[in-house]
């Protein structure tokens, strides 16, 4: 069999890696990684695939940034000339960025069966980029990974045949309980000068989160109270840092004494602070999935969220932009009353494993696609 395994953006990065961990030990599968270069920044790329050991991927478009149309072109271009050189039996999709999707498309369109592993979750915010992403991609798969049984629900719902569902459990999940065991290089909170439980830590890089300058004020202005209680570290998203500087908020920052900015991180790095903190702030979807298993307090700066497991069975609660709901939840945290949740199921280190076995068990059904394309 041979497939592609697509990636692209940083979380995309995070969920390949134990697929390649399964597909290198497999007999039999030839695999290609194709890079869309949506991500380029060398900590958000290349230190990814260097610490999950990660394979150099054999093509690498470089498509870059640019608007959701020429980005999702150019990587469709890309891929198209890939998939006439590499002629794959089956394209592995993950998560819900434009890469996701623009591969998707170009894989169904020449009727090579599409695998998309993380299938089925839904914010039912249509102004999301990524839950258009997400609701395209899965229509256009034929196998549908998903994380959880609400997932499962969310297909079988918009008519999906339920021949095509696999509940798999949830990937990033195999990386963290992976690298969780190996011991640190050198200490992340040493090199800040943070103390275990004695800080948050804040992600927030979504475009309704920091391309209004109106919102991005609002959460600004609940962090200051947040960091008068306690110390929080940001490690900021290009995209997120260029809207600072775009607004001229950089000096409202800088106002906030117990308020560190720091670059993005190394995976490892940014685990064990994940690991670390009192509670996280974010307004990420992997984050709150990572909380979770951690056991970390995580409090979601969005109005919903397409990973309610994490809310329902984890750690997360979510509360947008309001100051208020936001330091409630913050004060309950600091005063030893934040949630605890317990593990959702199949969140267990084996779902890369499950994926891999799936497709080799179909392997003739993929190799006779034109039956997979009519189901
Ligand atoms: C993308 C995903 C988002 C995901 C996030 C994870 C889409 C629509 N969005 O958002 O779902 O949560 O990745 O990080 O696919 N930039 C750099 N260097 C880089 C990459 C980006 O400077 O290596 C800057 C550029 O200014 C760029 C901006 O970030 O214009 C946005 O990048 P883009 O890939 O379009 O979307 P993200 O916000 O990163």
Known sequence: ?????????????????????????KKGIDYYIFHTGQHYDENMSKTFFDQLGIPEPDKNINAGSNSHAVQTAEIMIGFEKVLNDYKPDIVI???DVNSTLACALVAAKQNIPVAHVEAGLRSYNWR??????????????????????????????????????????NVMIDTLLKFKRIPMEHDILQDLNLNSKNYALLTMHRPVNVDSIDNLFDIIDALYEVQKQVKVVYPVHPRARKKIIEFGLEKKFEEMDNFTMIDPLCYLDFLHLMDN???????????QEETTILGIPCITLREETERPITVTEGTNVVVGRDKNKILTE??????????????PPKWDGMTAQRIVDILIQKQNLINKSKELMIL
């Open 277 to 287: 903190a009192r509670f996280v702030l974010t307004d990420s979807g992997g984050i």
């Open 93 to 95: 999709v993950v998560g």
């Open 1 to 25: 069999m041979k497939l592609i395994l697509v990636a692209g953006a940083r979380p995309n990065f995070i969920k390949i890696a134990p697929i390649c961990d399964e597909l290198k030990q």
């Open 128 to 169: 999301m980029p990524e839950e258009i992403n997400r609701v395209l991609t899965d229509r256009l798969s034929q196998f549908l990974f998903t994380t959880c049984e609400d997932a499962n629900e969310n297909l079988k719902r918009e008519g999906i045949n339920p021949e095509k569902i696999y509940f798999v459990g």
């Open 330 to 343: 913050v004060s309950k945290i600091l005063n030893g009353k934040g949630k605890t949740g317990r593990i």
